[in-house]
């Protein structure tokens, strides 16, 4: 008996010891091998360790820790801690899990915000290229700011100087090219210690709070299927929630929870519904619609815990814009939905275009309030829609908070369009409809096409109508003042024409192939313009609106001091009164300012900062700066900052590889042109040229070899200029390659 106690007692050492050799090999798993003087580096906190680490499925990342972590990091939040408004820090991509992009910090007020200047300003040293946008919103947490650019590079910063702490790149796939709008991170997510952050490539990972280093990552889907993350992930209770973009790509939508520790899948939920499940009855029998039918998940989501829900919209029907082979409603695209929090399991839809043929999918991010109406307090969801509307429901069950009529719009049989769509009761914050003089003081004389109102359908005939597939609301989010009961939303007013070409060959479905079923283009020479409104969020009606000369394509922070904050492609930051819609405060940055301002507090300061680094799609000038703002700060312009004032990535040189198809500079050749082509060109002007979100078809491009060298080099209309983006080389070969579309075609 002894003997055998002896045993066991030697095997458990014999246990122990292995479990921990295991546990120990598990925890280094981001590295080859295990190296002493490698961790000796990491103790050596001032010196940058510029090693390229390894990831645990073996692809290569760049991780670097600059100086050591100043502040504490982040607990496991607890619901309590994320529902409150933001105040000293700014927490979740929309400031807490209510979205609402409200802050109770009123030291800069209406009174002194004319006092702002420049405190500190930040280069990343990444996303420059034309094919990246910024639109990332940064999040702070004890002094400490992360930001994300185009190009997935995570940085954290000191939230009061502007200074690296460390810097997180990962290397992706050489032949990504499934992203339809733009190479974009919208933000990373904060939690338990952890960064989280979606990529491009549709991988989820977790970096150390305090090193930047890979605790884990988890491939959420095939990027070579159309799957990719644009979207900041949401931390809420030991989970991370995330939804997958790429409808235009003929994915099937789904959100899906990963457990914050480990990155193992909690649960996943479709957004288009199996054969026999509820919603499948929208779309035709025994048809594979709904392995290809979109709804992806372009934003981040919002929770209410005392419901236990989580709430988001929908994206787009696949293909977008051909209904001839999808009969019915085609839930649950172009919706509003609230699943368990917990489970994923479903509880409510509210669609708001049944049977889309436009593309006029909610992109705007939900934002969850309480309000009073008739002397009760209500708990409400709002979403901007493409549609120009902002659709106010009850979400603890998804019924029109204020009311929304279902009424007759005009048919079309070949695209089986639905015989109502949703109107909410109210006010449009862009036009819905076209007019005989809209077309005499907007459009060129040579303008003959048709042209109608929202809802209007089209066939083989071009059809321009409003809003755009731009929208009304796009992506950038909308905020909510709960102290003026206002609902702050940016719109886009421009000219887009429909036409059907489904028939093609070329536009048959193709897995990890745009399929966009028909085309899209804006009219030449037509404005383009923006609104920022503010709606009454008891009825739904416009209490005041400033109209821009340029889409609105930022985003907006409202705060208690009667302020709200926005961008403009121009590169201004923009300061208005949330009450009046007054101009109080600008400030010209060196790009188009097209990502969400926040505002934070360090030692009793508050803070003003924002993401200036251009957008493809809106076609602004690119850059790459943070740019951060007091009552204290010392630069009143652009002209004020010296050069030796800008703090630049002291990595930047170690992060500049290549992210999807490679270039090569020094060797361009005609036949280099395509890869030009797709990454500066695509995001705009679709695959093939055929049309994509923002640019002309160029396969009906009527110019000479020297008119479209000019054309890229000085830009016109909506198009930026490339000269000094691109290379001599690089524009002879993308020249070549759009006049063979040209020539292909004719």
Known sequence: ??????????????????????????????SDTADPEHDLQKDKQNEPNVEKQKNPTGKEHFSVQHTEYPGEVTPDFSPEELIKPPSGNWLTNGGNIYNGRYSPLKTIDTSNVSDLKAEWITSMGTGLKFKYSGEATPLVYDGVMFNVTGENHVAAIDATTGEFIWEYKPKLPEGLDTLCCGWVSRGVALGDGKVFVGLLDARLVALDQKTGEVLWETVVDEWEKG????????????????????????????????????????WRTYTLPEPGAKGSETWPEDSENWLTGGAPVWQTPAVDPELGLIYFATGNTAPDLDGSNRKGDNLYTDSVMALNADTGEYEWHFQEVHHDIWDYDPANPVVLYDVKMNGETKKGIAQAGKTGWVYLLDRTNGEPLVGIEEKAVPQNKKQKTSPTQPFPIGDSFVPQKITKEDIERDLPKEFDGKFGNIFTPFWDEPVTVKPSPQGGANWPPSAYNPNTELFYVLGNDNYFSYAHYAEDEENKFEVGKEWLGSIWQPVEKSPSRGTVTAIDIKTNKIVWQNDWDTIAYSGIL??????????????????????????????????????????????????????????????????????????????????????????????????DFNQGKEEDKNEVSVDEGLKVYENNCLSCHGAEGAGGHNGPNLQDINMDTEQIINQIKNGGGNMPGFEGALTEEEIKAVTEYIKSLSEEEG
């Open 1 to 30: 008996m002894r003997n055998k106690n002896v045993w066991l007692v030697t095997i458990g050492i014999l246990l122990l010891i292995g479990v921990s050799i295991f546990s120990f090999q598990f925890e280094n798993s981001d």
């Open 558 to 655: 409202t705060t208690a001091g009667n302020l709200i904050f926005t961008g403009h492609n121009d590169g201004r930051v923009i300061a208005y009164d949330a009450t009046t819609g007054e101009k109080v405060w600008e400030f010209k940055t060196d790009a188009g300012a097209n990502a969400p301002p926040i505002t934070y507090k360090v030692d009793g300061k508050q803070y003003i900062s924002i993401f200036s680094a251009g957008n493809s799609l809106a076609g602004t000038q690119h850059g790459d700066k943070i740019y951060t703002f007091s009552l204290n700060g010392k630069y009143g312009s652009l002209e004020d900052i010296p050069e030796d004032a800008i703090t630049v990535s002291p990595a930047k040189e170690e992060m």
């Open 227 to 266: 799957y990719t993350i644009t979207s900041a992930p949401l931390f809420y209770d030991g989970k991370v929630y995330t939804g997958i973009a790429g409808g235009e790509y003929g994915i099937r939508g789904y959100v899906a929870a990963y457990d914050a520790d480990i990155g193992r899948q909690v």
